[in-house]
């Protein structure tokens, strides 16, 4: 298993500094969030990863050497944007796809007929890839994209178009290749996946690197002025109270983030003087999104 | 540049390719269409004129009976379905038929009537009447007939030698011979014209069925994003490399099997249909060779620029509207190599076969023509593979470039730079 480095990549498109000395480490094992708004620059840094395109400066390292040709070998991508050809059959795309990373498709025919099975495809295995739904055919994409074994998968918004079964599934064989010691890179906007499958994020906006490490780090840095309520009541007086910064309020739920993380009890007598019944308050929580909408939300 | 990633791209390129049913119909319909498009050339022209009704009259009995003799056995050696009638009159017995039968004339039952008078023996001047005097065919099949029978009936009463007779109407025969390295060989040119416009009509067909549907599938890979798998996989060189090779070997395969019948035909194993008998085809293993050579090198060349042109636009429709330009370097070729049909010697020909891009097509079929100098072939090869090494590094560039690039259609000073600094 390997450790993968990207080193103050830089990449410029005429007048745009698309990404700005960008720098993380990714360990071994680890299932890490690429995050950020659109345009933020995160598929310029998977396409300098995956070698599509070139850095203008900076260099990308496993176990602290510079990548080689081979690496495509070692690499898997799902691009957000899915695209297979329309009028091959899905067992001709699985072998196709194992051709060019260099692999004889009968020496993966049981584990692509395995992966069918489990993605309750195996009965389309002769059908042509225009005659699948979109769902299914996303499915055989993944299927395309990690049936090479690789050791490192870049997964570009996965779970997009799937439904709550698929997701699942889906979300069951990442976990699955994460204890085979993959790597897996997610890129995506859906908040609450990353927040729950995520080891560790790094979040770009505006091409620059704002907050890299291990999302309970990150979680930590960030809750300490933050209450994670769930709540019955109206708790409108909170936007207007002194001690509360930002209110984030889905109606039975909220994230309050206060100007002093001394104010955390006062706050919680005032709660139980304005009758709010309080089913659970955590002041040591803070969700990835909350997160995200500090750093990179407002300013556009 | 050929690895593994590589091959697995030409191979699916291949396969996609040649399974097609596109490409299995255009393969075995393009030599019958080209026979159906000659036979019914042919099958026209023996209809012409077919079922006229002719009245032929004369003063002198000799003169309506060398018309009769000479009439019947045109219909006998040439069969137009003529209905002719044969009568003596003079030329006011002749008006009032006319003018008894003018209804019959208008409505097309008589085609025409033809008044040969005593006098045609001195100023060689006939009558034709007809509802349509612009009938060109039935005039043009009898024209030359009636010309004779006024030539013979007037030798006739001139009492003139029969030998002298004969001279007089043997018609010149140019015997063509061309001039060899090897030799001087007889032969007539319209077979080598035929092959020489068949081969200029074949790599006109095949250059553009190869190369703009190469276009619109790279196009549909940027479009459809299947480039953005590709790419984790395979560098954008190799993919293009892939593409191209794919594509080229699809399109070596069609004109291989298109040029079988030819070299059966030429080497005489399969005689040509009845209407093109006569048609002598020299065809040597050098020429075939070229032939294949110089379309292979074509049809990269080609398959570059369409591919380079499919990764610059977002959509096939602007792809398609800015494809005027390189169509024409395949156009206009086309064209000169007609003109050089004509006349393979001309400067215009010799040019045109040295020229990139040009010579792709008009070398071809100057050389069936002509003997071309050694020389001139290695020149205009030479020329080919230079063009054909600038236009792959060039479009290389672009496709590099271009093929991940979404946004606002490119201008072509865009273009340009990016061949520049790519």
């Known amino acids: 298993m390997s450790e993968l480095e990207v080193r103050k990549l830089n990449k410029t498109f005429g007048q745009l500094h698309a990404v700005k000395d960008v720098s993380f480490k990714i360990p071994e ?36 050497k510079a990548v080689e040709n081979d690496f495509r070998r070692r690499i898997s991508y799902l691009p957000e944007e899915r695209g297979l050809y329309k009028k091959m059959k899905v067992m001709e795309v699985l072998n196709f796809f194992m051709e060019i990373k260099g692999i004889k498709p009968s020496a993966v025919k049981n584990k692509a007929l395995d992966y069918l099975d489990k993605f309750q495809l195996l009965d389309r295995q002769d059908a042509k890839i225009e005659d699948l739904s979109k769902g299914n055919q996303q499915k055989v994409q993944f299927i395309s994209a990690i049936l090479s074994d690789p050791e490192f998968i870049i997964l570009d918004e996965p779970f997009s178009g799937l439904d709550p079964v698929n997701t699942d599934i889906l979300k069951e064989i990442i976990i699955d290749l994460k204890q085979q010691g993959k790597m897996i890179i997610f890129s995506t906007h859906l908040m609450d996946f990353a927040d729950r499958m995520c080891d560790q994020i790094a979040l770009i906006h505006k091409g620059e690197l704002i ?48 100007y002093k993380a001394e104010d955390i009890q006062k706050v919680l007598r005032l709660l139980i003087e304005r009758q709010i019944v309080i089913k659970k308050f955590d002041a040591n929580e803070i969700s990835l999104q909350e997160i995200f909408l500090k750093v990179a939300g407002g300013d556009d | 540049m ?50 006229d009704s002719l009245r032929i009259f004369a003063e002198e009995q000799s003169t309506l009976d060398l018309l009769r003799n000479q009439l019947n056995e045109m219909e006998n050696n040439n069969p137009a379905d003529l209905q002719l009638t044969y009568q003596r009159s003079s030329k006011d017995e002749l008006e009032v038929f006319i003018e008894e039968n003018r209804e019959a004339i208008l409505e097309g039952n008589i085609n025409g009537v033809l008044f040969v008078p005593a006098t045609a023996l001195e100023d060689k001047q006939v009558l034709f009447y007809s509802n349509n005097a612009g009938n060109q065919i039935l005039l043009n099949r009898i024209r030359t007939l009636v010309n004779n029978v006024v030539i013979n009936a007037y ?22 011979l061309r001039i060899t390295d090897t030799g001087t060989a007889e032969g007539d040119a319209s077979g080598q014209q035929a092959v020489a416009i068949f081969f200029n009509i074949l790599l006109y067909i ?31 060189s190799e993919l293009m490399a892939g593409k191209i090779v794919g594509s080229a070997i699809a399109g070596f395969t069609q004109m291989f099997i298109w040029l079988i019948p ?67 370097l395949i156009i206009v070729p086309f064209f000169l190599a007609f003109s050089v049909v004509n006349n393979p010697t001309s400067i215009l020909g010799v040019a045109g076969s040295l020229l990139p891009f040009f010579s792709i097509l008009v070398m071809p079929a100057r050389m069936v023509l002509i003997d071309v100098p050694l020389w001139q072939f290695a020149m205009a090869a030479l020329i080919n593979l230079i063009t054909l090494y600038f236009v792959v590094v060039l479009c290389g560039k672009i496709y590099r470039f271009t093929i991940l690039m979404t946004g606002k259609r490119p201008s072509w000073k865009e273009i340009y730079k990016w061949m520049r600094y790519s």
């Open chain 2, 2 to 51: 050929i690895n593994y990633r590589t091959k697995a791209i030409i191979k699916r390129e291949v396969i996609q390719q040649i399974f097609s049913k596109r490409f299995i119909f255009a393969t075995l319909s393009l030599p019958v269409f080209m026979l159906i498009v000659f036979g019914l050339q042919f099958l026209f022209m023996s209809f012409e004129g077919g079922g």
């Open chain 1, 211 to 258: 907050l890299n490490g291990p999302l309970q780090d990150i979680k930590k840095q960030f809750s300490g002025r933050n209450i994670s309520l769930v709540y019955e009541g109206d708790i409108s007086f909170l936007s207007s109270s002194p001690m509360v910064e930002t209110v984030n309020d889905y109606g039975n739920a909220t994230g309050i983030t206060l």
């Open chain 2, 206 to 236: 095949s250059l553009l069925m190869v190369a703009a549907p190469a276009m619109a599938a790279v196009n549909e890979e940027k479009v459809s994003r299947i480039v953005e798998v590709f790419l984790s996989s395979v560098t954008p």
């Open chain 2, 262 to 328: 030819v070299v059966l035909v030429a080497s005489g194993s399969v005689p040509l249909l009845l209407a093109f008998s006569d048609l002598d085809i020299q065809l040597g293993f050098f020429m075939l060779l070229y032939f294949l050579l110089n379309y292979l090198i074509g049809v990269l060349t080609f398959l570059s620029i369409f591919s380079a042109f499919g990764a610059m636009f977002d959509n096939p429709q602007d792809a398609q509207s800015s494809m005027f330009p390189v169509m024409l």
């Open chain 1, 29 to 64: 094992g680890a299932i890490f969030g690429l995050i950020g708004r659109n345009g933020a620059g995160k598929t310029t840094t998977i396409r300098m990863m995956m070698d599509i395109i070139g850095p203008d400066s900076g260099e990308i390292l496993v176990d602290g």
């Open chain 2, 155 to 176: 030798i006739d009463s001139r009492n003139i030698d029969d030998e002298i007779i004969e001279f007089v109407r043997m018609n010149v025969s140019i015997q063509s």
